[in-house]
């Protein structure tokens, strides 16, 4: 194991020495957050340290909706959440993807504006349609975002769902070029990245803060944690992970598919990918089991899954599973994100919840402004 004290005269130059502002994780808010930092200070030594030889969190395994809000997920949090809660909430969604279209333009990620179908068994009523109308063009500006849309249902040859009610404003990306965008987009501007190195403890204590690895201590002037789920095991937050399983089918011929679409309140959620069907979620069916950080799959979810993906998405469709993986995703009581000072140059932006690609880039921002 190659320790940082035995690198190179230029190795610890370039990447270990003199660090400005070091940045613990590389998914989207890290990156947007260094992004940002170097913006504001082209001269300081922004370093992203990463514990995978990917970034390893939610950011590159997401299901890639950029998405702000379905009825049937916001008659939910309107039932659970104070209602000025869940608007703060969508106004973040909302502004966190136009800031994301500010550092990635929409054709570097593959944005499609295909819109979102929320699939039903009961219809919704035409008031609280209306009422969504109302609250989102306040926040947003667009009219008549969501509308009944059911024909799409037959359209689609979905069975077991009677009702699809449309939001007009929302699409899908690349979640794949997304994180290449941002890496690029670091690169250039000249932040430097340290992979495979995983943080295990933070010293906060004097001006000059400093953070172990298994290659050794780094020190710098300010810290920014990133690592959303994983969190907790750095610092104390109340932060904590959850499991969403997805699975990615093989390319189907004639596929009648076009759009994102969510069913039971956003717990699942599928998508057309190149002629295949992507489909996740289904934490709902086992909260104890799921809130782990393990990023294996399971039979009993899986098996859930793929008979949901046969019977009521692709019925009589002939195909075969070809990818099928786990990601983590950040959570806590509320759904709100936790962006904080901790102490002077030492910020956190963690638990993004189910909702990361669309207010990561705003986290990212406001930690940077958080930092001196
Ligand atoms: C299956 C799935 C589907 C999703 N679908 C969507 C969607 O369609 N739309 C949407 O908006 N959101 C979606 N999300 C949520 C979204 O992906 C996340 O909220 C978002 O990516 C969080 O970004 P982040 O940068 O905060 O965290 P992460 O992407 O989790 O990044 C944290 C990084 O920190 C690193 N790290 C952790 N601990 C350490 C350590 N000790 N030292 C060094 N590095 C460390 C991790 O390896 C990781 O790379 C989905 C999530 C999952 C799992």
């Known amino acids: 194991m190659l320790n940082y004290e035995h690198l190179s005269f230029w190795e610890k130059r370039t990447y270990t020495e003199e660090i400005d502002t070091l940045v613990i994780g590389a998914g989207i808010v890290g990156m947007t957050c260094a992004i940002h930092e170097k913006k504001r200070h082209p001269h300081r030594k922004i370093v992203v340290v990463e514990r995978g030889y990917l970034p390893t969190g939610a ?7 950029a998405c702000f809000g379905s009825p049937s997920e916001l008659l939910d949090d309107l039932q659970h959440i104070p209602e000025k809660h869940v608007w703060e909430t969508l106004s973040m969604r909302y502004e ?3 800031k994301l279209f500010e550092i990635v333009p929409k054709h570097a990620i593959s944005y499609s504006a295909c819109g979102s179908w929320d699939l039903t068994k009961n219809p919704m009523e035409a008031d609280f349609i209306h009422y969504l109308n109302q609250q989102v063009e306040r926040i947003t500006g667009i009219s008549e975002v969501y509308s009944d849309d059911s024909v799409k249902i037959q359209a689609s040859q ?26 690029r987009k670091c690169i250039e501007i000249g932040v430097h990245f340290l992979f495979g190195s995983e943080v295990t403890s933070i010293s906060i204590d004097s001006s000059i803060k400093s953070v172990n690895t298994q290659y050794g201590c780094l020190n710098s002037h300010q810290i920014a944690l990133c690592t959303n ?25 004639n596929l009648s598919i076009e759009g994102t679409f969510h069913f039971d309140a956003g717990y699942y ?9 992507l489909f996740g979620g289904g934490r709902n069916q086992a909260f104890q089991e799921e809130s782990t950080d393990s990023m294996e799959t399971t039979k009993r979810l899986q098996n859930h899954l793929e008979s949901l993906l046969r019977t009521n998405i692709l019925p009589n469709k002939v195909f075969d599973i070809e990818y099928r993986w786990a990601g983590t995703l950040g959570i806590g009581p509320s759904k709100e ?18 909702m990361g690609l669309a207010i990561g880039a705003l986290i990212g921002e406001k930690l940077s402004k958080l930092l001196k």
């Not at 789920?229 to 011929?253: E, G, K, N, W, Y």
């Open 59 to 65: 950011s590159t395994k997401n299901a890639g909706f």
């Open 96 to 98: 966190g993807l136009q």
């Open 158 to 183: 979905f069975e077991g769902f009677n009702f699809a009610y449309k939001n007009r404003s929302e699409g899908s990306i690349d979640t794949g070029r997304l994180i290449e965008a941002l890496h």
């Open 229 to 253: 789920a994983f969190a907790q095991q750095l610092m104390p937050l109340d932060v904590h992970p959850a499991r969403a399983q997805v699975m990615v089918t093989s390319p189907i011929p």
């Open 269 to 277: 959620y599928f998508r057309n990918v190149d002629n295949r069907v």
């Open 337 to 354: 994100p936790i962006v904080l000072q901790i102490s002077p140059g030492v910020v956190a932006g963690v638990r993004m919840g189910g």
